[in-house]
Nanobody, 122 residues
């Protein structure tokens, strides 16, 4: 069984910082690309940032220069460092992991975490 668990959300004032973590565990053979997505109330889920297994990154224009995505392959964990937070960053943040699971019979699929709430408010 595979688990994808986000943590690190919370309430922060405008201009503040938070670091989100996404930990994966289970019968994981390899972790391919990973990404952060977010969904604000009444809006569609949107891409925030992605990172490949080799460390190449991509960001939504709205978070460039403020957010940094990274991963620790030894810990099967991905991070999102968020700085200069704005009220419009308020959303549930989701981790997406493209995983190859199993060691005898391998299967590749995308897994989602349960989400972590980030609220930016004075």
């Amino acid at each position: 069984q595979v688990q994808v668990v986000e943590s690190g959300g919370g309430l922060v004032q405008p201009g503040g910082s938070l670091r989100l973590s996404c930990a994966t565990s289970g019968s994981i053979f390899s972790i391919n690309a990973m990404g952060w997505y977010r969904q604000a109330p009444g809006k569609q889920r949107e891409l925030v940032a992605t990172i490949t297994s080799g460390g190449s990154t991509n960001y939504a224009d709205s978070v460039k220069e403020r957010f940094t995505i990274s991963r620790d392959n030894a810990k099967n964990t991905m991070y999102l460092q968020m700085t200069s937070l704005k009220p419009e960053d308020t959303a549930v943040y989701y981790c997406n992991a493209d995983l190859t699971t199993g060691f005898v019979v391998k299967r590749r699929a995308a897994y989602w975490g349960q989400g972590t709430q980030v609220t930016v408010s004075a």
